[in-house]
C-alpha cells in the first residue's frame, strides 16, 4: 500500500469530481421521478457505475422496457471501456491480478483519462489508479444520493456552468494527449468520425469504430510522419 | 429493495464490468506485440476525441452548428486556454465561466 501515490491519485480526482457533482444529482433527481427508491437509486451508482447508461437505464424503465432489454443496452453503451482497459495494460504491468481486478471496477472514460494523462509524465502506480478511482466513485455515489433526497431543494446546476465541467476537462485532457503530429491526426479523425457516425447511426456504436479506426490510422501514419 | 430491480442492476452490473476488467486482467501476463503497444498508444487522444466532438457537435444526435451552442462556441477559448497553460483546473473554470457568460450573451 502506498499512501503517497493513493493521496496523489484522489487529489487529482479534483476535475472528475467538479463533472460528476452535477450529472450524479441529475441523475439522483431523474431517478427518483421516475419511481425508484433512494436505496435503488443509490445502488445503481454503486453497482454499476457507469453516467451515461444510468441516465438511459432509468429512461428505459420509465419505458417499461424488458430487463433483458436493459442489460443487453448497458452492455454496448459500456463496451467501449474494454478498448481504455487495453490500454491500461502497458502501464500496470507486474501489478497483481486481484488488484487489478479491483482497479477495473471503477474505470470510467474519465478516470481513465485522467490516468494516461498522468502516467505520461509520472510513474504509473495502481495505487494512484486506486485513489483516483475510489475518489471519482464517492463522488458520484454522493452526488446521486444528494440528488435523490434533496434534489428538488437545489437550483439548476447548468446556471453555474457546472455541466460544462466534464467537457471542459476533456478538452484539456485531450490537449495534453496532443504531443506530436501523430496524436493531432489520430484526435483530428476519432472527433470527426465520432461525430458524423453519431449523427447518422444510432446507438452507442460512434466512439468505438471511431476510436479504432483513429489509433489504426495513427500506426498507419508512423510510415509517413516522422515521430517527433 | 424490489429483488427484482436489484437482479436488474446486478446484470448491468455484470455487463459493464466485464469489459472493464477482462483486458487489464488477462492481457497483463502476456507480452504483447510490438505493433499492438503502438496502437493502444494512440487509444487515449482517440477515444478522448471521440468522446468530446459529439458532445460539441451534436444535440440529440443531430448536427447543432449555431451561436446558441454555448458548449462550442465556449469550447475554442477553452482549447486556448489549455493549450496555453496545459493545466486542467484552470482550464475548467475557465470553460465554466465562459460557458455561464456565453449564456448571458447568446
Redesign the interface.
Given at each position: 500500500m502506498d499512501k503517497v501515490q493513493l493521496l496523489a491519485g484522489a487529489r487529482s480526482a479534483?476535475?472528475i469530481i467538479?463533472?460528476y457533482l452535477p450529472l450524479g444529482f441529475a441523475y439522483g433527481v431523474l431517478a427518483r421521478s421516475i419511481g425508484?427508491?433512494v436505496?435503488?437509486t443509490v445502488?445503481?451508482s454503486v453497482?454499476?457505475?457507469?453516467g451515461s447508461?444510468q441516465f438511459i437505464?432509468v429512461g428505459l424503465l420509465a419505458a417499461q422496457a424488458s430487463?433483458l432489454t436493459?442489460?443487453?443496452t448497458?452492455?454496448l453503451v459500456?463496451?467501449?471501456?474494454?478498448?481504455?482497459?487495453?490500454?491500461?495494460?502497458?502501464y500496470?504491468?507486474?501489478?497483481s491480478?486481484p488488484l487489478?481486478?479491483l482497479?477495473?471496477?471503477e474505470?470510467t472514460?474519465e478516470s481513465?483519462?485522467v490516468a494516461?494523462?498522468y502516467y505520461q509524465e509520472h510513474q504509473a502506480s495502481p495505487y494512484f489508479q486506486l485513489g483516483l478511482n475510489f475518489t471519482a466513485q464517492v463522488a458520484w455515489v454522493t452526488s446521486s444520493l444528494v440528488g435523490a433526497t434533496v434534489g428538488n431543494l437545489i437550483e439548476e446546476p447548468?446556471?453555474?456552468?457546472?455541466?460544462?465541467?466534464l467537457?471542459?476537462?476533456?478538452?484539456?485532457?485531450?490537449?495534453?494527449?496532443?504531443k506530436n503530429k501523430?496524436?493531432w491526426l489520430?484526435?483530428?479523425?476519432?472527433?470527426?468520425?465520432?461525430?458524423v457516425i453519431?449523427?447518422s447511426v444510432?446507438g452507442n456504436w460512434?466512439?468505438m469504430i471511431?476510436?479504432?479506426v483513429?489509433?489504426?490510422l495513427?500506426?498507419v501514419s508512423?510510415k509517413w510522419i516522422p515521430k517527433s | 429493495m424490489d429483488p427484482k430491480i436489484l437482479a436488474l442492476f446486478l446484470g448491468m452490473g455484470l455487463v459493464t464490468y466485464l469489459p472493464r476488467m477482462l483486458p487489464l486482467v488477462f492481457l497483463s501476463r502476456r507480452p504483447i506485440p510490438d505493433l499492438v503497444l503502438r496502437w493502444l498508444r494512440y487509444v487515449p487522444p482517440a477515444v478522448l476525441a471521440a468522446l468530446l466532438v459529439p458532445e460539441l457537435l451534436l444535440q440529440g444526435g443531430e448536427w447543432h452548428f449555431s451561436f446558441g451552442n454555448a458548449y462550442l462556441v465556449a469550447a475554442l477559448p477553452t482549447f486556448l486556454v489549455a493549450l496555453w497553460f496545459r493545466h486542467m483546473v484552470l482550464t475548467v473554470a475557465a470553460g465554466m465561466v465562459l460557458v455561464v457568460i456565453l449564456r448571458g450573451l447568446l
Open positions: 479534483l476535475p467538479m463533472g425508484l427508491t436505496l435503488e445502488a445503481m453497482i454499476v457505475y457507469a447508461s437505464a430487463p436493459i442489460i443487453f448497458t452492455f459500456n463496451l467501449r471501456h474494454l478498448l481504455m482497459s487495453a490500454s491500461l495494460v502497458p500496470l504491468r507486474g501489478v491480478q487489478l481486478a482497479i477495473a471496477y474505470l472514460d481513465f483519462a494516461t494523462t447548468a446556471r453555474y456552468g457546472l455541466d460544462f465541467a467537457p471542459a476537462m476533456f478538452v484539456a485532457l485531450l490537449v495534453m494527449q496532443l501523430g496524436a489520430v484526435a483530428a479523425v476519432g472527433g470527426g468520425l465520432a461525430a453519431g449523427a444510432p460512434h466512439i471511431a476510436t479504432v483513429a489509433a489504426t495513427g500506426v508512423e | -
